[in-house]
């Protein structure tokens, strides 16, 4: 302590009894520190450590004691050493230090200078981090579990945004929707199949909402639409770093992400061979690793998956594993295209002229030429086909009412005419002529949408032609 120090030192405890304190009770107010202390002399060489610093730091002083700070740091008791650095740079010092026990402490090294300048002791200050490093590790968890949640929420949101009730009347239809309410109940693997557009994505919501996993996430992935190089990325996640471009934090892949929940795994049949085989470990073990991870992680996950391919034929032609087919087939729910539940055709047609009214703000209404037109179409992209053709005429119609000539002419008026009984074979000509009665009939209604106009047009009254159109259709008039 310098003379100035020691003039301060006496003046600020003039008359105090600090002065009278015995080397014992400095010793056993410096062993009963807090903080770790460690005294070195001019040398490094270590003359002292309190019990503080054995506890912090996980070292034992009979390791320490007597020993040089550049014999420790060399055989590795330490990673650097205050002490050092402060007799290269004759100034306070604060680093991080980890030890052999794998502690790590944040140290303070200050010089203790003779009259000369010179450095005759170094005293090191030594506070726990580690605690605080597994605070920071914890916090870090937390966020990635928050995220999580998050991004769950937010699929959620996203999948209800897109979700609305099932429309079906046909009895075939109500025997799927009764068939998937029965497997909803119980915990197993569905294979949902059928053509494009029939509406598989709305059985699998179906099941999941029936089902005891309904509180939790509903995921979709079109195994179709991801790219061969993200794909296993995408379901699996990485750790960050795993490729060049990832997110420096790695990714949750949606497996993880609907953890507890539902993953509906639409188009299986794209997924690529090497996929496959990790698909079927995620079903038969539960559990996946991240790209570039080696840790691996238990998820509990309900598979719904669909396909409008031919799986078994897949599997013939080894483009499908066959282990992973009979993994997905416990339960397969086949949804018959909309030609063969021609039942849902017109409530279908009343439900999306109902939620297109609403989106662009009209008020419109279709004819019943047009419904049966709509009725003997073949629909070869059923319900998603159905529904955007609704939207076109809606858009597009000049009129409050959509008539038949309104409908697209490639799609459906040519089908309505290869479909109609008109001119087939075998006819009689009574039969053909009622016909062609029931066509123009129902043309001329369309055209002037009430009775007596349609009626003026073809020359008849309006009983007359309320009376023959009750014998073709049982089916209430358009009035104005």
Same mark, same amino acid.
């Given at each position: 302590?310098?003379?100035?120090?020691? $003039?301060?030192?006496?003046?600020?405890y003039?008359?105090?009894?600090?002065?009278?304190?015995?080397?014992? +009770?400095?010793?056993?107010?410096?062993?009963?520190?807090?903080?770790?202390?460690?005294?070195?002399?001019?040398?490094?060489?270590?003359?002292?450590?309190?019990?503080?610093?054995e506890?912090?730091?996980?070292?034992?002083?009979?390791?320490m004691?007597?020993?040089?700070?550049?014999?420790?740091?060399?055989?590795?008791?330490?990673? +650097?050493?205050?002490?050092?650095?402060?007799?290269?740079?004759k100034?306070?010092?604060?680093?991080e230090?980890?030890?052999?026990?794998?502690?790590?402490?944040?140290?303070?090294?200050?010089?203790?200078?003779?009259?000369?300048?010179?450095?005759?002791l170094?005293?090191? !200050?030594?506070?726990n981090?580690?605690?605080?490093?597994? $605070?920071k590790?914890?916090?870090?968890?937390?966020?990635?579990l928050?995220?999580?949640?998050?991004?769950?929420?937010?699929?959620i949101?996203? +999948?209800?945004?897109?979700?609305?009730?099932?429309?079906?009347?046909?009895?075939?239809?109500?025997?799927?929707?009764?068939?998937?309410?029965?497997?909803?109940?119980?915990?197993?693997?569905?294979?949902?199949?059928?053509?494009?557009?029939?509406?598989?994505?709305?059985?699998?919501?179906?099941?999941?909402?029936?089902?005891?996993?309904? !509180?939790?996430?509903?995921?979709?992935?079109?195994?179709?639409?991801?790219?061969?190089?993200?794909?296993?990325?995408?379901?699996?996640?990485?750790?960050?770093?795993?490729?060049?471009?990832?997110?420096?934090?790695?990714k949750i892949?949606?497996?993880?992400?609907?953890?507890?929940?539902?993953?509906?795994?639409?188009?299986?049949?794209?997924?690529?061979?090497?996929?496959?085989?990790?698909?079927?470990?995620?079903?038969q073990?539960?559990?996946?690793?991240?790209?570039?991870?080696?840790?691996?992680?238990?998820?509990?996950v309900?598979?719904?998956?669909?396909?409008?391919?031919?799986?078994?034929?897949?599997?013939?032609?080894?483009?499908?594993?066959?282990?992973?087919?009979?993994?997905?087939?416990?339960?397969?729910?086949?949804i018959?295209?909309?030609?063969?539940?021609?039942?849902?055709?017109?409530?279908?047609?009343?439900?999306?002229?109902?939620?297109?009214?609403?989106?662009?703000?009209?008020?419109?209404?279709?004819?019943?030429?047009?419904?049966?037109?709509?009725?003997?179409?073949?629909?070869?992209?059923?319900?998603?086909?159905?529904?955007n053709?609704?939207?076109?005429?809606?858009?597009?119609?000049?009129?409050?009412?959509?008539?038949?000539?309104?409908?697209?002419?490639?799609?459906?008026?040519?089908?309505?005419?290869s479909?109609?009984?008109?001119?087939?074979?075998?006819?009689?000509?009574?039969?053909?002529?009622?016909?062609l009665?029931?066509?123009?009939?129902?043309?001329?209604?369309?055209?002037?949408?009430?009775?007596?106009d349609?009626?003026?047009?073809?020359?008849?009254?309006?009983?007359?032609?309320?009376?023959?159109?009750?014998?073709?259709?049982?089916?209430?008039?358009?009035?104005?």
């Open positions: 302590m310098s003379d100035k120090e020691l $003039l301060e030192f006496d003046n600020l003039k008359g105090k009894k600090v002065m009278d304190l015995t080397m014992k +009770q400095l010793y056993q107010i410096i062993e009963n520190s807090y903080d770790g202390m460690y005294i070195t002399d001019g040398d490094a060489n270590t003359l002292f450590l309190n019990k503080s610093y506890k912090i730091t996980g070292m034992k002083r009979n390791d004691i007597g020993k040089n700070m550049r014999y420790l740091v060399e055989n590795k008791y330490l990673s +650097q050493s205050g002490t050092l650095l402060v007799l290269e740079s100034k306070n010092v604060t680093i230090q980890k030890f052999k026990t794998g502690k790590t402490v944040l140290v303070s090294s200050s010089p203790v200078f003779n009259d000369n300048g010179e450095i005759t170094v005293v090191t !200050n030594v506070r981090v580690t605690e605080l490093y597994e $605070l590790e914890q916090v870090k968890k937390n966020m990635e928050t995220e999580k949640y998050y991004s769950q929420l937010e699929g949101r996203q +999948q209800l945004l897109k979700f609305s009730d099932i429309i079906a009347k046909d009895e075939k239809m109500l025997n799927t929707l009764e068939m998937a309410k029965k497997v909803a109940k119980v915990d197993t693997t569905v294979l949902l199949l059928g053509e494009t557009g029939v509406g598989k994505e709305k059985i699998a919501k179906y099941i999941h909402k029936n089902s005891m996993r309904n !509180n939790k996430s509903f995921i979709k992935i079109d195994c179709g639409s991801i790219p061969r190089n993200l794909i296993e990325s995408e379901l699996f996640g990485y750790e960050k770093g795993a490729f060049t471009g990832a997110n420096k934090e790695g892949g949606l497996f993880e992400l609907a953890d507890g929940g539902s993953i509906f795994l639409d188009e299986i049949g794209e997924l690529p061979l090497d996929m496959q085989v990790k698909l079927l470990r995620v079903l073990e539960g559990e996946i690793k991240r790209v570039g991870g080696t840790e691996v992680i238990r998820i509990d309900r598979v719904i998956a669909a396909t409008n391919r031919n799986l078994k034929d897949m599997v013939e032609k080894k483009t499908f594993r066959e282990d992973l087919y009979y993994r997905l087939n416990v339960v397969p729910i086949k018959l295209p909309l030609r063969e539940r021609k039942d849902d055709i017109e409530p279908l047609i009343e439900h999306f002229l109902c939620v297109f009214n609403k989106k662009y703000n009209f008020n419109k209404i279709i004819t019943p030429a047009a419904i049966d037109s709509l009725k003997k179409y073949k629909w070869p992209g059923n319900v998603r086909e159905l529904k053709i609704i939207e076109r005429v809606i858009i597009m119609s000049s009129g409050n009412k959509i008539l038949r000539s309104d409908l697209p002419i490639k799609e459906v008026w040519d089908s309505d005419a479909n109609s009984n008109m001119w087939k074979d075998n006819l009689t000509l009574k039969e053909a002529v009622e016909n009665e029931e066509s123009i009939i129902e043309s001329s209604l369309e055209k002037h949408g009430n009775v007596r349609a009626a003026k047009e073809l020359g008849i009254n309006a009983s007359t032609l309320v009376r023959k159109r009750k014998k073709y259709k049982n089916k209430p008039v358009l009035q104005k």
